[in-house]
């Protein structure tokens, strides 16, 4: 029963799962849950079913939802609701925020009271946000854990914030979600080819300039730095594997860089060290 508690998978460089950049149907396992403390928020676009909470214990961040941008302080904090593409930015080193994803079996006893409604996104009331801490900060510390003790603590967390913030009504499905979701899956399924701006606008059907346009607007990043993003964390994924017979360059170019100069300066701005046995090319 160990297992299905604060369960993430096997961890990349700054304690987040390799090979799950985009829909991380781990999340969605079922009495998945993930609750623990970090320094390290993740910061490439990505969806679940799972709700998500995070909760800025000291520090600061930016998180970015559904094309939206919201700066969390300490004290603050955010609920991501099923489906909605979001990421995080790191500004400090000095920071620290207690993050729990909790998969759907959690939430079936809230669905089933509370119907067609949703939790708001931003709580920014610190005395409120408080006493919902108190609740996560002691589930945190149980010594004692399992199926039964969790739904307990995860209905008593969602009850406070019924009971201090009250829910808000489903909207329709919202377009721009739903497009982020397309283009993502798409970037991640074709990260390894020459993919440009203007034959990704293509296979959606869109104008260069439109398309450049509405994926910032939906996802909140440009495509470039997006692109890179997915292709930088699969090429960590590679050299960090100890079965991975690949040289550098050809890590490089199975992961969609055309040359190893470009490699290695997005490993260095995401603070990766190089394995020893592999040399540059």
Wanted: some cysteine; glycine content about 4%.
């Amino acid at each position: 029963m160990e297992k299905l508690f604060n369960s993430y998978p096997e961890k990349t460089l700054k304690g987040y799962p390799k090979d799950k950049t985009v829909y991380e149907d781990f999340a969605d396992g079922s009495f998945y849950l993930f609750l623990e403390k970090h320094t390290f928020f993740l910061d490439v676009p990505h969806y679940h079913d799972s709700l998500e909470v995070l909760y800025v214990i000291k520090g600061r961040t930016t998180v970015h939802v559904n094309g939206a941008s919201h700066d969390l302080s300490e004290g603050e904090m955010f609920i991501c609701n099923s489906q909605m593409v979001h990421f995080y930015e790191n500004y400090e080193e000095d920071k620290l925020a207690l993050i729990a994803v909790l998969s759907a079996k959690y939430l079936r006893t809230f669905r089933d009271v509370y119907k067609n409604v949703n939790f708001p996104a931003v709580l920014r009331n610190k005395e409120a946000n408080a006493e919902i801490y108190k609740i996560l900060d002691k589930w945190f510390n149980l010594k004692r854990r399992n199926v039964l003790i969790d739904c307990s603590y995860s209905n008593l967390f969602l009850d406070k914030i019924v009971e201090l913030y009250g829910l808000i009504p489903f909207g329709q499905e919202d377009e721009n979600n739903i497009l982020a979701i397309n283009f993502i899956n798409y970037v991640n399924e074709n990260y390894n080819k020459d993919i440009t701006l203007e034959s990704t606008a293509k296979h959606f059907g869109y104008s260069k300039e439109y398309f450049s346009k509405k994926f910032k607007q939906t996802v909140d990043k440009n495509f470039l730095a997006f692109v890179n993003s997915i292709r930088v964390q699969k090429a960590m994924e590679m050299l960090e594997n100890p079965n991975n017979r690949l040289t550098f360059l050809e890590v490089c170019l199975a992961c969609g860089f055309n040359n190893t100069t470009s490699l290695y300066r997005h490993l260095k701005k995401a603070e990766f060290t190089l394995p020893s046995s592999k040399n540059k090319e």
